[in-house]
């Protein structure tokens, strides 16, 4: 363990899994500092001054109410960084989680060895979501291939792709990041070269305000319209 350890609040309503969390973060860099069952209960008298800090917190019990916790959290305290454990993985639930600004989500079961290397992460500043968003995603878009673009747009409260300003082939292109497909695949099935690729990605990343491929996967699979099977 460093000898600096980030301030880190733990939010568990389950005792029994709270002092469990408490033990297994006891000898890291994230040994918490305040323990609660509620979300008020930890951000009460918490010092302003200390910053950046860890919020460890419960996404399973009412995952909305959680969610909205973390936009006051990040509207509070913008350098805060916040990891969300849940019961089981949904991609609206994790989509929602990410638009909130979560950090991390991560489902109850994992080692402790993925936990902390994941809090490792999010302290360096990346967002990290499972490796099963990309199954997920993949599913999301079998289910929304017959869809209609009205139907699909009614559920975007932010508006269509469209408004981001993404081209045609930028479009295509993010379908492809929903898919995982690598740049290397992604020039062959568009004979173009990596490099090409390598610029419509950075453009897709700057106009949708994503950080990464796994957060730009994510924004598409709530913003793309249903796959016309358009090409560019």
Same mark, same amino acid.
């Given at each position: 363990m460093n000898s600096q350890t980030t301030p880190t609040l733990l939010v568990e309503p389950n005792t029994l899994l709270r002092e469990g969390?408490?033990?297994i973060l006891a000898e890291t860099d994230y040994s918490p500092v305040a323990l609660a069952s509620s979300f008020d209960e930890a951000l009460a008298g918490w010092e302003t001054g200390v910053s950046p800090f860890l919020l460890i917190m419960?996404?399973?019990r009412d995952h909305d109410e959680a969610c909205d916790q973390v936009r006051q959290l990040k509207e509070r305290y913008? %350098?805060?960084r916040v990891l969300m454990l849940v019961d089981q993985y949904d991609l609206k639930q994790i989509i929602t989680a990410f638009q909130a600004g979560a950090d991390a989500y991560l489902i109850k079961s994992v080692s402790c060895e993925v936990l902390v290397k994941t809090l490792d992460l999010v302290m360096l500043g990346e967002v990290v979501f499972p490796s099963v968003v990309l199954e997920l995603l993949r599913e #999301?878009?079998?289910?929304?291939?017959g869809e209609t673009v009205v139907q699909s747009a009614e559920k975007v409260p932010d508006g269509t792709f469209q408004t981001k300003g993404l081209s045609v082939r930028e479009t295509v292109i993010l379908r492809c990041l929903m898919e995982?497909? %690598?740049n290397k695949l992604i020039a062959?099935?568009?004979d173009i070269t990596e490099a090409t690729v390598k610029v419509h990605v950075k453009a897709i990343l700057r106009k949708i305000h994503a950080k990464n491929r796994t957060q730009a996967a994510i924004w598409a699979? %709530? #913003?793309l319209p249903a796959d016309e099977h358009a090409s560019a």
């Open positions: 969390l408490k033990r419960d996404g399973a913008a %350098s805060a #999301h878009a079998l289910r929304a291939d995982g497909d %690598s062959r099935k568009f699979a %709530s #913003h």
